[in-house]
């Protein structure tokens, strides 16, 4: 897939508690926004080596309207 990259898409339920990731292909001139890089490094990983802390990140995110 000429002028593609390889992503991982990851989306979630926060009613159901239920979640899917999947390798997905995104054109690279899309810009995708890292919800992850504000954070202090060490947030950062600990946040990403676990996916109930990553989906419940995002969970507050969504809350808060970011």
């Avoid at 989306?11 to 954070?39: E, F, T």
């Amino acid at each position: 897939m000429d002028g593609f990259e390889r992503c991982i898409g990851f989306s979630w339920c926060s009613g159901g508690r239920i979640y899917s990731g999947n390798m997905v292909y995104v054109h690279r001139k899309r810009v995708l926004v890292d919800a992850l890089a504000p954070l202090p490094c060490a947030q950062r990983e600990r946040i990403a080596r676990s996916e109930t802390r990553l989906i419940e990140f995002l969970d507050r995110r969504l809350r808060d309207g970011r």
